[in-house]
């Protein structure tokens, strides 16, 4: 791509406006009647000037043609005169005059220059740099530490030089350019295992694992085979330690909606290549935090040699699985220590380390209630109850772990890790579903979620949710007017929205090849993201004061509503800004929704970050005082090194 013109961008098109035709006050006249009107016109224009001032100071007024009165003849009417208060809204605020201000102001606005190119694939709060500070015990080094205030960048993150917008879903999922991920250290630690192969210009993910030789795709029918994975009622899904997420990325061929995480280690970029294939994901890790997902969020939990010690530290992370798992969940572990009594040789572990590994998993899964359905070759599959109605009973002989207190199970931001249970919602008989049941996919998106229905999510009921999903259907269709990119199946793929309530943007995108990263910033006044999970829909928690999890170039589009309204006071726009510009793919798009006095500031410093942006009225016309800017990131890339300009 280089030096040529970008291959996706092109410039926004603006809504057409609303013609108007002014009526016909004037017929034909004679030469006769059009001279003396004339006269008349200049006699009156000449009293006009004579009474506000007259005399020789006309130089300014003359010019202004705005305040010329027109003249009739006695036959017609002049149009009534209209009175204007002050605050004028449809003059002074058309997206149009804003845009113009905006521009006007461009001379004076700030500019950000490029970071240096080390850092390329910064990202703030897993900084390995920084991570050495913190405690290596649990992996706390590795969980997310982020900048002090007087340490955040004020300069744009360069892509690679030779960057090039990723392949199209579902090409992405096994092909991926080498200039946009320069690293080929897995191509050679996970080359027996079939990760991933270097191929001249790109890499290439055959889709193999570590537990699965013969692919994702065979292996995920393999578990197919122990449970349903096709009548829908497994429709979310989270992948701890997962590798370049092959097994997420064939998931979602299933109509399965997958999470994969690992932590930023010595196995370079395995977040950042599920990213670049078009797989969600995020950088985390089960260490002394809650992951950040609300409870009772996905339907299935998988771990293949993801290296977590699940029997360990009082069984904290099985038990934190636990509270992300629906219930009726399911969880599935392959690798050590299954099966350990063939493959211990080849782990190059004992026997005794294997087998009492195992028997600590099998302990902490029966205390938390689970049920073992299935050990079968390599996989083996535990489901969580539908409700704790028998597991109360239990917990009278096995107390440990012991039910949490009181407390708010999906609170998820920094929450510490606790060794007692989470209790499910009550009910009334054993076959009752905790929290409400859920419907099968697709009737799940649409259904009112057990947490509205319910009346769990203060302010918000079934009658919101209806109206919010109108709201939403009407808002996407005018975004794919003004941008009509979005109507474009596969010109976008991930896609981060970053003040979601009830998944609504999301929901309305559903049949395109895409995902949306649903965030609830923590700041927010209800927290709705169990609702989201409870859609079918896919989402994190985020304050957008801090960094997000995720690597530079991670979104081809972001939209935020009412993002800077929200954090106005609680921290710097513009390093918001400069956080959406680091996650943004070079000619990715935005879309922001704010007031406008709000979206003239947030141009301002669009300008500075080299967006091409444009302020347009709201979908219900010029007199909302909230509006739109619709910006794209122009393609940028760092200069050519000399190792790049040799090769």
Not at 56 to 73: K, L
Not at 464 to 478: A, G, I, P
């Amino acid at each position: 791509m280089g030096g040529q013109n970008p291959p996706y961008y092109t410039p926004l098109s603006k809504p057409t406006p609303t013609s108007t035709t002014t009526p016909p006050f004037f017929k034909k006249p004679k030469l006769y009647s059009l001279a003396i009107l004339t006269i008349l016109c200049s006699l009156s224009y000449l009293f006009g000037v004579w009474q506000h001032g007259g005399g020789g100071a006309t130089t300014s007024t003359t010019t202004t043609t705005s305040n010329n009165v027109p003249c009739f003849t006695s036959s017609q009417k002049p149009p009534t005169p209209t009175t204007f208060t002050p605050l004028d809204f449809t003059t002074h605020h058309s997206a149009a005059d804003e845009t113009a201000v905006a521009t006007t102001s461009a001379a004076t606005s700030k500019s950000y220059p490029p970071c240096d190119i080390k850092y390329s694939e910064y990202t703030p709060c897993e900084d390995p740099k920084r991570s050495l500070k913190f405690d290596r015990d649990r992996l706390i080094y590795r969980e997310r530490h982020c900048p002090e205030k007087n340490e955040l960048l004020k300069c744009r993150i360069p892509a690679p030089n030779g960057y090039k917008y990723p392949f199209k879903w579902p090409l992405s999922r096994d092909l991926a350019w080498y200039a946009n991920v320069p690293h080929k250290e897995l191509t050679v630690e996970k080359a027996v295992q079939n990760w991933i192969r270097f191929e001249g210009d790109r890499f290439r993910f055959p889709g193999g694992g570590t537990m699965f030789p013969n692919g994702a795709d065979a292996y995920i029918d393999d578990i197919g085979k122990l449970i349903n994975l096709k009548d829908g009622s497994i429709r979310t899904a989270i992948d701890t330690g997962c590798g370049v997420a092959s097994w997420g990325a064939y998931l979602m061929s299933r109509n399965i909606l997958p999470i994969s995480f690992a932590p930023r280690d010595t196995h370079e970029a395995q977040v950042q290549f599920a990213l670049e294939r078009g797989v969600p994901a995020l950088i985390g890790v089960i260490a002394s935090k809650r992951l950040p997902y609300p409870s009772r969020a996905f339907d299935m939990a998988h771990c293949s040699r993801c290296l977590i010690p699940w029997g360990q530290h009082d069984g904290a992370y099985l038990i934190e699985v636990d509270r992300v798992l629906r219930p009726g969940g399911y969880w599935i572990l392959s690798g050590p220590p299954i099966r350990w009594k063939k493959y211990w040789k080849g782990w190059e572990r004992t026997r005794d380390d294997l087998n009492a590994e195992q028997t600590q998993i099998e302990n902490v899964t029966r205390s938390l209630c689970w049920k073992k359905l299935i050990e079968k070759d390599d996989i083996s599959i535990w489901q969580k109850p539908a409700n704790h109605l028998k597991c109360k009973k239990f917990r009278k002989v096995v107390k440990n772990p012991p039910f949490c207190p009181a407390q708010d199970p999906d609170s998820a931001w920094y929450t510490k890790l606790e060794t007692c249970l989470t209790p499910l919602p009550e009910v009334s008989n054993n076959e009752e579903v905790a929290g409400g049941e859920l419907e099968k996919w697709p009737k799940r998106l649409n259904a009112i979620p057990p947490r509205i229905s319910k009346g769990t999510i203060n302010g918000v009921t079934a009658e919101t949710f209806k109206e919010d999903m109108q709201l939403w259907n009407r808002r996407v269709s005018y975004y794919k007017t003004v941008n009509n990119q979005l109507g474009q199946a596969g010109r976008y793929r991930n896609i981060l929205d970053m003040n979601a309530f009830l998944g609504g943007f999301a929901a309305n995108l559903i049949q395109d090849p895409l995902w949306v990263m649903n965030i609830v910033p923590v700041e927010a006044k209800v927290n709705t993201l169990g609702a989201i999970y409870e859609r079918g829909l896919i989402g994190t928690y985020q304050s957008w004061c801090e960094a997000m999890s995720t690597y530079p170039r991670t979104y081809d589009l972001i939209h935020a509503d009412s993002i800077f309204t929200l954090y106005k006071d609680r921290c710097e726009m513009e390093d918001i800004m400069l956080e959406m510009d680091r996650i943004l793919r070079p000619e990715g798009s935005l879309i922001i929704r704010d007031d406008v006095d709000t979206l003239v500031k947030i141009k301002r410093i669009a300008d500075g970050l080299n967006w091409d942006s444009q302020i347009v009225d709201h979908e219900d016309g010029p007199l909302e005082r909230e509006k739109l800017l619709f910006a794209v990131k122009l393609y940028w890339t760092a200069p050519a090194s000399s190792d790049d300009q040799q090769s």
